[in-house]
């Protein structure tokens, strides 16, 4: 994959170690509140995939990246080192990420390989497509020439594919579904191993694609779940960028349990 950001002038790419220590920060990142904190490096996925028919017809959905950039925006504000895989969108790379521009979910999967053993967490917020072409064209395809019924192959689960490798890294995943996300939402949360879902509504016209705001639903493994009102994205990010520190603090042993007496990492409140 292209890198738009964080090459070495040698085209050499910077890739963190992968520790619970104090990971190089931007300079203009370091200030007193980061200072002498648990950092950790987040892998995100952004935006949708492309999935082509022919160089010029292909396969896509509305996702328009905003939520995976706020994710990265807000990881970078906290301190975290951040890469961010990008399928094809139209949006500036928040300050302090490294990005790594992909077309396809097959392109997307390989940087996710590529960069998860550097990562403590990983947060698939792309609307990666399910389905691509069985057969692509080197040439645009001429109106005469195109096939009356699309021979369709599905793409890689990358959550499934990279399950294996998780260890004791996080994993958080997105359900964008229309009506009540949640049941769905859980449903994928057991089946691909995560320790954090992000459900929502996006057939609400303030909520899900392609605006500034989000209404979600944060359910964690162990059962609990916490609504969040209507939010900007960035707020939204924040709040999931807690949950991952909180559980990233407890299992690296600086937990504060007994102070607040939770019954496990990452409870809701």
């Given at each position: 994959p292209d890198l738009a950001d964080g090459a070495d002038p040698d085209g050499v790419s910077r890739r963190p170690d992968r520790r619970h220590r104090h990971l190089d920060v931007p300079?203009?990142?370091?200030?007193?509140?980061?200072?002498?904190?648990?950092t950790m490096h987040l892998l995100?996925?952004?935006?949708?995939?492309?999935?082509?028919?022919?160089?010029?017809?292909?396969?896509?959905?509305?996702?328009t990246g905003k939520m995976g950039f706020a994710l990265a925006a807000a990881a970078a504000e906290a301190g975290h080192a951040v890469t961010l895989v990008a399928g094809p969108v139209a949006l500036d790379t928040p300050p302090g990420t490294t990005r790594v521009d992909v077309v396809s979910a097959r392109d997307m999967l390989a940087a996710v390989q590529d960069w998860l053993p550097a990562a403590d967490v990983l947060i698939m917020s792309a609307a990666v497509a399910d389905w691509r072409p069985r057969r692509c064209a080197g040439i645009k395809l001429k109106k005469a020439s195109m096939p009356a019924t699309l021979e369709l192959e599905p793409n890689p689960d990358i959550l499934k594919t990279v399950a294996?490798?998780?260890?004791?890294?996080?994993?958080?995943?997105?359900?964008?579904?229309?009506?009540?996300?949640?049941?769905?939402?859980r449903r994928k949360l057991a089946a691909k191993g995560l320790d954090l879902i992000v459900a929502n509504d996006v057939s609400q016209t303030d909520a899900g694609f392609a605006v500034d705001t989000n209404r979600v639903v944060l359910i964690a493994a162990d059962g609990t779940s916490q609504a969040l009102p209507l939010m900007s994205k960035l707020d939204v990010a924040r709040a999931i960028m807690r949950w991952c520190e909180e559980r990233i603090s407890y299992s690296a042993g600086t937990s504060t349990r007994q102070e607040t007496?939770?019954?496990?990492?990452?409870?809701f409140r």
């Amino acid at each position: 994959p292209d890198l738009a950001d964080g090459a070495d002038p040698d085209g050499v790419s910077r890739r963190p170690d992968r520790r619970h220590r104090h990971l190089d920060v931007p300079a203009d990142l370091q200030d007193v509140e980061h200072r002498g904190r648990l950092t950790m490096h987040l892998l995100v996925t952004a935006g949708p995939t492309r999935e082509h028919l022919d160089p010029v017809r292909f396969l896509s959905n509305r996702s328009t990246g905003k939520m995976g950039f706020a994710l990265a925006a807000a990881a970078a504000e906290a301190g975290h080192a951040v890469t961010l895989v990008a399928g094809p969108v139209a949006l500036d790379t928040p300050p302090g990420t490294t990005r790594v521009d992909v077309v396809s979910a097959r392109d997307m999967l390989a940087a996710v390989q590529d960069w998860l053993p550097a990562a403590d967490v990983l947060i698939m917020s792309a609307a990666v497509a399910d389905w691509r072409p069985r057969r692509c064209a080197g040439i645009k395809l001429k109106k005469a020439s195109m096939p009356a019924t699309l021979e369709l192959e599905p793409n890689p689960d990358i959550l499934k594919t990279v399950a294996p490798l998780k260890g004791e890294r996080l994993f958080v995943g997105f359900a964008a579904e229309t009506g009540d996300p949640a049941p769905e939402a859980r449903r994928k949360l057991a089946a691909k191993g995560l320790d954090l879902i992000v459900a929502n509504d996006v057939s609400q016209t303030d909520a899900g694609f392609a605006v500034d705001t989000n209404r979600v639903v944060l359910i964690a493994a162990d059962g609990t779940s916490q609504a969040l009102p209507l939010m900007s994205k960035l707020d939204v990010a924040r709040a999931i960028m807690r949950w991952c520190e909180e559980r990233i603090s407890y299992s690296a042993g600086t937990s504060t349990r007994q102070e607040t007496g939770r019954s496990s990492p990452g409870a809701f409140r």
